[in-house]
């Protein structure tokens, strides 16, 4: 059991359930109120999608090459000999096909929008990894993580229980996805040597450190304006709640300025509970 807790990478899950927590929060003050048995059903599959995505990175980054002996970064259980990368492949279908059961009530309800967002995720779980473009390999993870980690997340999650949108919702999720890329660029800035070793072309490994860092501060800048943003739109002056996480976000930042390589694993440490914190009071702050 302790094997596949690593390999599900219990502390990345946030990325996945603060999306649904501050979607269903938001869902609360439409006419329709929360759905609760729809809002399960959206936080499970995105749990098992996460979960999937971890599993496939594990193998398969192993497999190209860019897991190797010198990595630095939190043990992954094929590169550590703990289960066979094929085992690993087969848990994560397996937890797509789960997911894609939870997804059949959001799609009966949310119709062919919620198939597209279900379909699209399930694919990009491994299209970030592998298949014949892998976007980790291009640069592209932060577009993936903003994308699925930020506005299907926060988008679906909204539109299943409310079958409405609006701009504050999209906000919402430009948040969610900014608190989400700051853990990955944490991660590619923590292996950019490795990285580019394996020619595994993250955008840290592009155009180097600097810019990686420049990529985090602002990631970790951004949901606080937009807190800001959808308080004033949606009369909803508790968002600014969310203010009382910003000393933890300057703390990633003046953290990823002064380490490098396994030093940064703290950061990313501060980078998740900066998630949680801002997530939680988003949560409080449409409450009240």
């Known amino acids: 059991m302790r094997t596949w807790l690593l390999a599900a990478r219990p502390k990345t899950l946030s990325a996945a359930i603060v999306p649904v927590g501050m979607a269903t929060a938001l869902a609360a003050h439409q006419p329709t109120g929360v759905v609760w048995p729809i809002a399960a059903c959206a936080l499970v599959g995105a749990i098992l999608i996460q979960i999937a995505t971890n599993f496939i990175n594990d193998a398969l980054d192993f497999k190209k090459g860019a897991d190797t002996g010198e990595r630095v970064g939190p043990i992954r259980v094929v590169q550590a000999g703990l289960v066979k990368a094929d085992t690993v492949l087969t848990a994560a279908y397996v937890c797509l096909f789960l997911a894609a059961l939870c997804g059949v009530p959001l799609m009966l309800r949310g119709g062919w929008p919620l198939l597209l967002i279900g379909l699209a995720s399930m694919v990009m779980a491994y299209a970030y990894t592998g298949g014949p473009y892998p976007l980790a390999y291009h640069g592209l993870g932060e577009l993936f993580v903003l994308l699925f980690f930020g506005f299907a997340a926060v988008g679906g999650t909204y539109y299943v229980q409310t079958l409405t949108i609006d701009p504050a919702v999209l906000l919402t999720g430009l948040a969610a996805g900014s608190l989400a890329t700051v ?106």
Do not use: C, Y
């Open 183 to 288: 853990l990955l660029v944490i991660n590619n800035l923590r292996d950019v040597k490795t990285d580019r070793g394996s020619r595994k072309r993250t955008l840290a490994v592009r155009f180097g450190v600097p810019f990686a860092r420049a990529e985090v501060a602002f990631f970790a800048l951004v949901p606080f304006f937009v807190a800001a943003a959808v308080a004033w739109h949606r009369s909803m002056p508790w968002l600014l709640l969310t203010l009382v996480a910003l000393p933890l976000a300057l703390l990633v930042i003046v953290r990823i300025m002064r380490v490098e390589g396994v030093e940064l694993n703290s950061a990313l440490a501060l980078a998740g509970a900066l998630q949680w914190a801002f997530g939680l009071l988003f949560v409080i702050g449409t409450v009240l």
